[in-house]
C-alpha cells in the first residue's frame, strides 16, 4: 500500500521559517528520486525541489537559495527546510516521488501571512 505522511506545514509570518517531514512507506522511498510539490487553487501541482537518491538536489528558481531538501535513507524521510518564507510560497505542500505516482498523501497547509 502506498503510504506519504506529510507534516510540519502551519501559518508564519514573512521571513520566518518552517520545516517539512514526509514518511514514506519504503517501496517508494528505496533507490527513488524524492521531490516536495505545491499547489494553490485553481492550480497544477508543481515540483518544488527533488532529491535523488543520493542526495543531489534540484529546485525551481522560486525558491533557491531559499529551501533546502534532504533525505533520511534509513528513516524513509524527505525534509524541506524552507526559509525566507514569502506570502506566494503559501500553498499546500505534498512529497511524491519524481516522476510522481497516481497515489498522493494529503499534504500539509504553509500559510505566510503577517
Known amino acids: 500500500q502506498v503510504q506519504l505522511v506529510e507534516s510540519g506545514g502551519g501559518l508564519v509570518q514573512p521571513g520566518g521559517s518552517l520545516r517539512l517531514s514526509c514518511a514514506a512507506s519504503g517501496n517508494i522511498f528505496r533507490f527513488n528520486t524524492m521531490g516536495w510539490y505545491r499547489q494553490t487553487p485553481g492550480n497544477q501541482r508543481e515540483l518544488v525541489a527533488g532529491?535523488?537518491?543520493?542526495?543531489?538536489?534540484t529546485y525551481t528558481d522560486s525558491v533557491k537559495g531559499r529551501f533546502t531538501i534532504s533525505r533520511d535513507n534509513a528513516k524513509n524521510t524527505v525534509y524541506l527546510q524552507m526559509n525566507r518564507l514569502k506570502p506566494e510560497d503559501t500553498a499546500v505542500y505534498y512529497c511524491?516521488?519524481?516522476?510522481?505516482?497516481?497515489?498522493w498523501g494529503q499534504g500539509t497547509q504553509v500559510t505566510v501571512s503577517s
Open positions: 511524491n516521488r519524481y516522476p510522481p505516482m497516481d497515489d
Open positions: 532529491v535523488f537518491s543520493r542526495g543531489s538536489t
